[in-house]
């Protein structure tokens, strides 16, 4: 099951403006993350916030959760060409079978024209 | 090596035919992933371990395809009888522990069943 769910599914913005992604989800977490991923290959970490933070930075990042609404945002200020990628969230979703699964979205694939 | 290691990087098999893909974590990574992602689509679970703990197989999508994981190292994820619906991008990750930290990514195998 996708226990993360981004949107916008995609995003088309000109250099230099910010870009806004939200994640909801369903369950409890110990933690939510972005991660980034060019052509369809690895994905890399971006940002960590934990279940008891309501704000993180991180250079150009900005990410919020708020808990009670089970959602999360990523902002991405000042964009630049390559910025495009696509974004997805991650949580870390208990299976039933002893284990976190990391879940991740769909992701937002965002488009940044020069 | 410094990150996750998967191979090969694309894999072409006729259908009926059985793949093997490897992945190698970070050394001293006790937790592996394995998802698959198809064409423009979210990340799927397939299979975690963690240490020495039985492995969450929950999300394998049938008994065609099977993982092992030595120890704390080398991990092989087989699908037996390969369908064209096989044919996706299996990536791996590896984290220091389960849940709270962040997941490493190698480069993913490219499967295509003709």
């Known amino acids: 099951s996708q226990q993360g769910e981004e949107d916008p599914q995609a995003l088309s913005i000109q250099e230099g403006e910010n870009a806004t992604m939200n994640c909801s989800y369903k369950t409890s977490i110990n933690n939510l993350q972005w991660y980034r991923q060019n052509s369809g290959r690895g994905l890399v970490h971006l940002i960590l916030i934990r279940s008891n933070e309501r704000e993180k930075h991180s250079g150009r990042l900005r990410v919020t959760l708020d808990t009670s609404k089970k959602s999360s945002s990523l902002l991405i200020t000042a964009s630049r060409a390559a910025d495009t990628a696509s974004y997805f969230c991650a949580t870390d979703e208990y299976s039933g079978a002893g284990s976190y699964q990391l879940t991740f979205g769909k992701g937002t694939k965002l488009s940044v024209i020069p | ?114």
Request: glycine share 10%; proline share 4%.
């Open chain 2, 1 to 114: 090596g410094a990150g996750v290691s998967q191979s090969p990087s694309n894999k072409v098999t006729e259908k009926g035919k059985d793949v093997e893909l490897r992945c190698d974590p970070i050394s001293g990574h006790t937790a592996l992933y394995w998802y698959r992602q198809r064409l423009g689509q979210g990340l799927e679970f397939l299979i975690y371990f963690q240490g020495n703990s039985a492995p969450d197989k929950s999300g394998l999508p049938s008994d065609r395809f099977s993982a092992e994981r030595t120890g704390e190292s080398v991990s092989t994820l087989t699908i037996q009888r390969t369908q064209q619906e096989d044919s996706a991008v299996y990536l791996c990750a590896s984290s220091l522990e389960e849940g709270n930290t962040e997941a490493f990514f190698g480069q993913g195998t490219r499967l295509t069943v003709v």
